[in-house]
């Protein structure tokens, strides 16, 4: 069984290998789109699907590296397998330096044409896990208030309640409250925990002087 919704977006002005990797990728249980046209692909392209792309490197309108810097530019994070017809050692550490998944020879092995497909499958979940993940830490931090915030940064620089009331200028009191409500809205139980979810939103600890 292949994930629900990958699909292989093929890329390559050749109808001949666009027939035949389709073919071997349907064959194997994989959606597929093809495009002959590396422009009609870019005008296409939905970064919110699942799946990666299957580009050739040497294409008449827009070369493989190229097209990969386009959809870099657009902020894509699109797996991308390259396929080309002439090994070129300099070509490939560019293409696999820039994010690329693979760097095929043509004519194309079954095997390692099914190997890199999987490969780029697992990618592309994990960049879409961590971006969702990323969001839901946003619009939970969203929801804290200036003062909730504020807390939250002093308590992962490991401050005590008491300190950061002596901090921002309230009570002890006041500050457990704001500590709690915090923790509650970003869905935390203990300060590592916090500590954890900082760390991926980027949020450094309130400086603290002596």
């Known amino acids: 069984m292949r994930e629900a919704g990958f699909t292989t977006f093929l890329v390559d002005d050749d109808p001949a290998v666009l027939k035949a990797i389709t073919r071997l990728l349907n064959a194997a249980g994989y959606k597929t789109k093809s495009f002959s046209s590396p422009r ?4 296409a392209h939905d970064p919110s699907i699942p799946g990666c792309a299957i580009i050739d490197l ?3 309108e827009l070369d493989g590296l190229h097209l990969q810097q386009a959809l870099i530019e ?4 699109r797996p991308i397998i390259f396929l080309t017809g002439k090994g070129d050692v300099s070509t490939s550490v ?3 330096k820039a994010g690329a998944v693979d760097f095929l020879m043509k004519p194309v ?4 044409l099914f190997s890199a497909v999987l490969r780029a499958a697992k990618v592309d979940a994990l960049s879409r896990q961590k971006r969702d993940e990323s969001k839901s830490i946003g619009d939970r931090l969203a929801t804290l208030t200036h003062r909730e915030r504020e807390v939250l940064e002093y308590v992962i ?3 005590l ?3 950061i009331a002596a901090s921002i200028g309230t009570v002890e009191k006041t500050v457990k409250v704001h500590r ?3 923790m509650a809205k970003l869905g935390v139980r203990s300060v590592a925990d916090l500590v954890r979810l900082a760390d991926k939103a980027g949020i450094t600890p309130a400086y603290v002087s002596g």
């Open 40 to 43: 009609e692909f870019l005008s």
């Open 58 to 60: 040497v294409m008449s």
């Open 74 to 77: 657009r902020g894509s994070e």
């Open 94 to 96: 560019r293409a696999m």
């Open 109 to 112: 092995k079954r095997e390692a």
């Open 157 to 159: 620089a490991g401050r």
């Open 161 to 163: 309640n008491k300190q």
């Open 180 to 182: 709690g409500r915090m």
